[in-house]
T-cell receptor, first 113, second 118 residues
Framework: NAGVTQTPKFQVLKTGQSMTLQCAQDMNHNSMYWYRQDPGMGLRLIYY???????DKGEVPNGYNVSRLNKREFSLRLESAAPSQTSVYFC????????????FGEGSRLTVL | AQKITQTQPGMFVQEKEAVTLDCTYD???????LFWYKQPSSGEMIFLIYQGSYDEQNATEGRYSLNFQKARKSANLVISASQLGDSAMYFCAMSVPYSGAGSYQLTFGKGTKLSVIP
């Protein structure tokens, strides 16, 4: 029973490098989300996908892009990483846009030097 | 704009005692949902309890209950009979309509760190 799986769990990048965080859920959920968590800031929404084929910006989308590859997978891309993007990233999914609780992945710790 | 406020950065409670974690919210929407999540030091986010804005009774899940006061816009989490394993960060969140039609998002508070003392 995997739930929400994120990879990689840890990553160190140099400023300007690019990378993609992968996320997959096996619960047949329609909605998927990417959050970042910084000390003292709680979780802030980066992007979300209410359903397959749609994506929308959240509170802090600058510097990120997303792809909803299919119903299961929702990736987050950093095209040119900056130190301000050092954070813990959480992928989450939900049965529907307004149905049920969010199920979270284990988080990905990203450090940008 | 929707907002969640958790005014207690840190709380201490004696083992076996009850504790209340505060959460206030601000929204102009009539339909919304309120959630509490627990984040232990290991980092995962664990769902605890949910309250819908139209639910007339306070939600309960085992030792967790949500004290929902709609007029005051508060959704406090009550943990009864605290255990050492309850030591963690606790986040209050609200689900409201957002952006495009049919879209909702969960907005999180900044969290309260609960420490349970033996």
């Amino acid at each position: 029973n995997a739930g929400v799986t994120q990879t990689p769990k840890f990553q160190v990048l140099k400023t300007g490098q690019s990378m993609t965080l992968q996320c997959a859920q096996d619960m047949n959920h329609n909605s998927m989300y990417w959050y970042r968590q910084d000390p003292g800031m709680g979780l802030r929404l980066i992007y979300y996908s209410a359903s397959e084929g749609t994506t929308d910006k959240g509170e802090v989308p600058n510097g990120y892009n997303v792809s909803r590859l299919n119903k299961r997978e929702f990736s987050l891309r950093l095209e040119s990483a900056a130190p301000s993007q050092t954070s813990v990233y959480f992928c989450a999914s939900r049965q529907g846009p307004n149905t049920g609780e969010l199920f979270f992945g284990e988080g990905s710790r990203l450090t940008v030097l | 704009a929707q907002k969640i406020t958790q005014t207690q950065p840190g709380m201490f409670v004696q083992e076996k005692e009850a504790v209340t974690l505060d959460c206030t919210y601000d929204t102009s929407d009539q339909s919304y949902g309120l959630f509490w999540y627990k984040q232990p030091s290991s980092g995962e986010m664990i769902f605890l309890i949910y309250q819908g804005s139209y639910d007339e009774q306070n939600a309960t899940e085992g030792r967790y209950s949500l004290n929902f006061q709609k007029a005051r816009k508060s959704a406090n989490l009550v943990i009864s009979a605290s255990q050492l394993g309850d030591s963690a960060m606790y986040f209050c969140a609200m689900s409201v309509p957002y952006s495009g039609a049919g879209s909702y998002q969960l907005t999180f508070g900044k969290g309260t760190k609960l420490s349970v003392i033996p």
